[in-house]
């Protein structure tokens, strides 16, 4: 069982710090979602290890939720550099881009 500090008073006034929120701009996706659009969306995508490691998912979770951007619309590319490199995902085609783009 825990000791009670009796040296401490209780009129020492309690010094608590209230941190404001931070707010999410357009730079920080607030979503898995968003931040693997964002991933795939790089020049030079990502691979499967990279969104793994970032957005801490199995293997097989990495490629359903890239299954499951494929079956909502997205163009994403998958390449093999070389033999012995592994294999990178990239986004060709956001269709939000494209239905932006049509309506302007």
Same mark, same amino acid.
């Given at each position: 069982?825990?000791?009670?500090? *009796?040296?401490? #008073?209780? %009129?020492? =006034? /309690?010094?608590? /710090?209230? *941190?404001? @929120?931070?707010?999410?701009?357009? $730079?920080? =996706? $607030? #979503? $898995?979602? %968003?931040?693997?659009?964002?991933?795939?969306? !790089? #020049?030079?995508?990502?691979? +499967?290890? +990279?969104?793994?490691? *970032?957005?801490?998912?199995?293997?097989? !979770? #990495?490629?359903?939720? &890239?299954?499951?951007? @494929? *079956? !909502?619309?997205?163009?994403?590319?998958?390449? @093999? =550099?070389?033999? !012995? $490199? =592994?294999?990178?995902?990239? &986004? &060709?085609?956001?269709?939000?881009?494209?239905?932006?783009?049509?309506?302007?």
């Amino acid at each position: 069982m825990a000791k009670l500090n *009796k040296d401490k #008073t209780a %009129d020492v =006034p /309690v010094g608590w /710090v209230v *941190k404001p @929120r931070r707010r999410l701009s357009a $730079k920080n =996706p $607030k #979503t $898995k979602r %968003d931040q693997l659009i964002r991933m795939l969306s !790089s #020049t030079n995508g990502a691979c +499967a290890d +990279a969104i793994c490691q *970032k957005l801490g998912w199995l293997p097989h !979770s #990495t490629r359903a939720a &890239i299954s499951g951007l @494929r *079956k !909502s619309g997205f163009d994403v590319s998958s390449e @093999r =550099p070389g033999p !012995s $490199k =592994p294999r990178r995902y990239r &986004i &060709i085609a956001n269709p939000a881009a494209e239905v932006a783009r049509n309506a302007g």
